[in-house]
């Protein structure tokens, strides 16, 4: 591409719509024109990118008709549904935030440290993956290639910031001690530890589960044996997961930490006699995956536990997404 691309922003006044505005502006991202879209409810409000006013646009069928290369989507699955394959038949490349594409084989899943390769195979629709799964796939891709993976076990802390501003709102009431209009969820989530997250399926996980176990298969390896239980906590921001992992070949403790250490992406924080270990809080507005409690699983031949930290919003929504849009625009200019 001989000039700089036109962007487009759908649901830039959400959680992870603003979070893209911050990325773009930090990374300083190169584009001509940057469009802002919301539903009809903000359409005509104004918002600050880059110290410039913008006209928020109601998204719609002819949104699209104008010169758009790439658009961000992070305004919901059924926004995703209608409007995504619109824009990808008038030649934009969408990037999309929401789960509604993910499993379609016609669809690349990407973490750009894990699979940058799938990016080049798009038909106009690129998929996000779920922010839980992103921090681990940017933490099991080394193992993988390494030693192979056989079996992963996943315990999550999920912030509340991952249910948007209701998710917020019911922790910021809770801790107030205004427990008794729920936005988001079936319980209060001040002093509590819900292990539900989105709905239950008819096998008794729930979708967020299912989420972790079909979309790493689909990024990893369909081959890894794979179980889930995700939970959300009173944690406004970055995720936190254990992940029990059994891998195919025998491994150095010290091996394996430098794997880490050498890895893209990530940054080790394991010093546990001083205290250091990755933590929601330390993690929260940064891009990279924290690793620590780096340690052997005895009761297994080949196992490992590890903690992996990750600012949701970032780099489990709106970071990687501008990493796979800086990817294209790269494509393009082979
Ligand atoms: N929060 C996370 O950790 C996270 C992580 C990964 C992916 N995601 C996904 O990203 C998406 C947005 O999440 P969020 O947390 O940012 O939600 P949010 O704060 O509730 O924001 C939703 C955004 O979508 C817009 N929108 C809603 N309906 C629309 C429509 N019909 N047409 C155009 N825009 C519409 C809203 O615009 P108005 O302000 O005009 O209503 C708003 O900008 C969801 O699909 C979510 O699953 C979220």
Known sequence: ????????????????????????????????????????????????????????????????????????????????????????????????????????????????????????????????????????????????????????????YQAVSGSGVKGINDLKNGLAGKDDELQAYAHPIAGNCLPHIDVFTDNGYTKEEMKMINETHKILDENIKVTATTVRVPVFDSHSESINVELEKPFELKDVVELFKNSPGIIVQDDVANNVYPLARDAAGTDEVYIGRIRRDFSLDNGLNIWVVADNIRKGAATNAIQIAEQLIKDMDD
């Not at 962007?7 to 990325?23: H, P, W």
């Not at 991202?29 to 940057?34: C, K």
């Not at 798009?122 to 796939?137: E, F, L, V, Y």
Request: with cysteine; aromatic share 8%; hydrophobic share 40%.
């Open 1 to 156: 591409m001989n000039r700089k691309p036109n962007i487009a922003v759908v649901g830039a006044t959400g959680v992870v719509g603003s979070t893209f505005l911050k990325v773009l502006e930090e990374r300083d991202f190169p584009f001509e024109n940057i469009y802002m879209m919301a539903s009809a409810k903000s359409a005509g409000k104004k918002l600050t990118f880059k110290g410039k006013e913008y006209i928020i646009e109601e998204l719609t069928e002819h949104s699209f008709d104008k010169p758009i290369d790439i658009a961000l989507f992070s305004a919901g699955g059924s926004t995703s549904e209608k409007f995504a394959p619109i824009a990808a038949s008038k030649g934009v490349i969408v990037v999309d935030n929401s789960s509604q594409w993910r499993m379609d084989k016609e669809v690349p899943l990407v973490v750009p440290e894990v699979n940058p390769e799938d990016i080049k195979w798009n038909k106009g629709i690129i998929a996000n993956p779920n922010c839980s799964t992103i921090q681990a796939m940017v933490a099991l891709k080394p193992l993988q290639e390494k030693y192979g993976i056989k079996r992963v076990v996943y315990s999550t």
